[in-house]
């Protein structure tokens, strides 16, 4: 349906609100004033210097040299649209979230998609991983599923985010290389840090190279847990599943199509919405009862595991559909502002390290990304359901909060205990148990770092083993430091020694418990390069 013969949803109406269009306006200053002439300073004089008290001229001239904001410091370049949400039955029995419970209800969302290191003006077909973040705008306030997607992560505590995030990205001498982890300081933290072994696999695998946003599967990565109106737990992972299945380009390909059309999945994107085409993904959760916490042979709250479908099969749940192309970039996808720690009554925490850190980081980064700490209100990221509270100024502040009161519990507001009284059945932290001595160190049921990264291997066909190996060979072999080479190769030996010896074939690296390096240069995943950095060591 296009958005003029289908009913309006409440995140569009609230939007419309805020929808200036220009279309054949007379032009006005920001102050309302009308404008003349929009091409020619005032000068003294035909051949002069310019006159400060040109106020059109400063106010234009002002308001583009403040036209950017910071990048996002991770998923900097992304792109969103607006859909809806709905779900198939009601989960009534694992969750009380309002969003969850009835299939005749739908749910506003906005979601943006973006790979993870590249700056903002980067390609879209990169070997890296896609950020899958969807805003439900449901009545009970908003829930963002922040997911990834891969189902797992590189580290499984969040102090490590920064060091990841710095050897991830560009390096810091020369901000050398865009967008790719084919450079020493990705290999070296990988090689010092074996905990994302698992993860690894997956970005070499071809998961890291969609053929479309429509294609991809998204994961919340972390346990989350799902909390019923009796109080009853359930632990829960999120998996979207894309009606159209799963496509991944090949390795030469994404290459010809960075250069070629570095937009390739956004322009994929806006056009299938544009013709109509709307893309939908599944929702699935896969639940743990509580008291099962413990019956698997891996830790369910290490974000490196997955929940083997197997063991604990998905169950589909409802269906997303994205059917609205944005009206401004700016405003809508990089003004939105995601953060897992938003979440509405039916949903909670685990003590997962991973996710405990996130919890905190995205509104620290927001609050100098998007200026101050009312960026709540701007439209994009306002919520549907009413938002009252003692909160007051700040820089931008939009709400205009009459009264003489603005604190929780006085006598002055009437025969009200306060202007803004507590909702009964208002969000409750899950009351877990928690118990135990302030230390750094991890239990021992996140010490297996291999396992799962085995499984991903021997659960490929030869082919797709064929490109993780070809991966390997091509981001490894940029590498300038023989001693990480081989430290990687050693490392992913304990995952597979075939799959060791094979990225070590041609990347000049000894072959674990193998007879030294093969030519330096015989391998076609390297003869694809047009570069091979010699060795420094
Ligand atoms: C974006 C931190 C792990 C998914 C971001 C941003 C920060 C951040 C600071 C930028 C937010 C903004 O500017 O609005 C962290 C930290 C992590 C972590 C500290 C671990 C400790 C993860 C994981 C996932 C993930 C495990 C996937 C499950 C995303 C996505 C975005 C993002 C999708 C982009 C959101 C958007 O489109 O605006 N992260 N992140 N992050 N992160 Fe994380």
């Known amino acids: 349906q296009s958005r003029n013969n289908r009913q309006q949803t409440s995140k569009e109406k609230q939007l419309e609100q805020f929808t200036v269009s220009n279309d054949g ?9 009308p404008v003349s002439e929009d091409e020619h300073s005032l000068k003294a004089g035909v051949r002069g210097p310019t006159l400060m008290e040109d106020f059109h001229f400063r106010e ?16 900097a370049r992304g792109f969103g649209a607006h859909g809806y949400f709905q779900v198939y039955e009601s989960m009534k029995a694992y969750t009380k979230a309002q969003f969850l419970q009835d299939p005749e209800q739908t749910t506003p969302v906005f979601v943006r998609f ?5 700056s903002r003006g980067s390609a879209d077909t990169v070997r890296d991983v896609r950020g899958f973040a969807v805003k439900f705008y449901t009545e009970a306030g908003n829930y ?25 990205k560009p390096e810091p001498h020369n901000e050398i290389p865009q967008a790719q982890s084919a450079h020493d300081t990705f290999w070296d933290f990988v090689s010092n840090n074996t ?12 998961r890291s190279l969609p053929r479309s946003f429509r294609m991809m599967e998204g994961f919340g990565v972390h346990t989350f847990r799902f909390v019923n109106d009796e109080g009853r737990a359930h632990f829960v992972k999120f998996h979207w599943k894309p009606v159209l299945g799963m496509h991944a380009h090949v390795w030469d390909e994404v290459q010809k199509l960075a250069g070629k059309d570095p937009d390739y999945h956004r322009r994929d994107l806006w056009d299938a919405i544009e013709s109509g085409n709307y893309p939908e993904y599944e929702l699935g959760v896969q639940l743990i009862p509580e008291e099962d916490e413990f019956t698997f042979d891996f830790d369910i709250l290490d974000p490196t595991k997955l929940w083997p479908e197997e063991i604990v099969p998905v169950r589909i749940i409802g269906k997303l559909t994205l059917n609205r192309n944005t009206d401004n970039f700016f405003a809508e996808t990089e003004q939105i502002a995601f953060h897992p720690g938003h979440v509405v009554p039916g949903i909670d925490f685990t003590n997962d390290p991973l996710l405990q850190g996130r919890l905190f980081s995205y509104t620290d980064t927001q609050l100098s990304r998007l200026g101050g700490p009312n ?35 006085n006598g002055l507001a009437g025969n009200s205990p306060s202007p803004v009284p507590e909702e009964e059945g208002g969000y409750a932290h899950y009351t877990e148990k928690v118990d135990g001595r302030k230390i750094r160190e991890r239990s021992d049921s996140f010490k ?9 291997w021997n659960s490929m066909s030869e082919v797709e083993k064929e490109h993780i190996v070809s991966a390997f060979q091509f981001e490894l072999g940029k590498v300038k430091s023989k001693d990480i080479r081989q430290r990687v190769v050693d490392m992913f030996a304990n995952v597979d020694k075939e799959l060791a010896s094979r990225i070590s074939e041609g990347i000049g690296t000894v072959s674990p418990g193998g007879q030294g390096a093969a030519s330096a240069l015989s391998s076609p995943a390297l003869s694809m390069m047009n570069t091979v950095k010699s060795p420094r060591s």
Request: glycine share 4%; charged share 20%; net charge neutral.
């Open 144 to 168: 963002d599923l922040v997911g990834n997607n891969m189902p797992v992560f590189f580290i499984q505590d969040a102090m490590k985010f920064p060091d990841l995030v710095h050897a991830v």
């Open 375 to 409: 960026f709540h209100e701007i439209p994009i990221n306002r919520p549907v359901a009413p938002v009252h509270n003692n909160q007051r100024d700040g820089m931008h502040r939009m709400t205009i909060n009459p009264g003489q009161v603005s604190y929780h519990k």
């Open 60 to 75: 234009k001239m002002t308001h583009f040299d403040h036209e950017r904001i910071p990048e996002r410091i991770v998923h």
């Open 25 to 33: 306006k007379p032009m006005t200053t920001n102050q309302g004033v």
């Open 195 to 206: 905990e994302s072994a698992h993860m690894v696999m997956w970005k070499m695998s071809d």
């Open 114 to 118: 973006s790979t993870v290191a590249g």
């Open 448 to 456: 297996d770092h291999y396992s799962q990264a085995s499984m991903f």
